[in-house]
């Protein structure tokens, strides 16, 4: 069974930034991370294939959220930039069984505990 830790999430002012840090006990292929706002059902954010060769990103964060990873370090990072207010969510970490970048949430096998991010105005 594999276990993803996420962590770097915390309070940010709007117009700040935050690195999120995933890391994953065992071997996944793509990656991804979610986001669930209070009240709200959980949404994709972005997305990246095994070998980092592609990405996938929401409307609401392309130009602002970049994806990577680090298979030598079992690691994928989602930066984010330019937060607004209405990125407030517990912003989840995803594995998938697949190698290409999956935007569906029913595609991941492997969830972590989630990460706090909150964006004051």
């Known amino acids: 069974q594999v276990q993803l830790v996420e962590s770097g999430g915390g309070l940010v002012q709007a117009g700040g930034s935050l690195r999120l840090a995933c890391v994953s006990s065992?071997?996944?292929?793509?990656m991804g991370w979610f986001r669930q706002a209070l009240g709200k059902e959980r949404d994709f954010v972005a997305a990246i294939s095994w070998n980092g060769g592609s990405t996938s990103y929401a409307d609401f964060v392309k130009g602002r959220f970049a994806i990577s990873r680090d298979n030598n370090k079992n690691t994928v990072y989602l930066q984010m930039n330019n937060l607004k207010p209405e990125d407030t969510a517990v912003y989840y970490c995803a594995g998938s069984l697949f190698t290409t970048a999956r935007t569906d949430l029913q595609e991941y096998d492997y969830w972590g505990q989630g990460t706090q991010v909150a964006v004051s105005s």
């Open positions: 065992g071997s996944t292929y793509a």
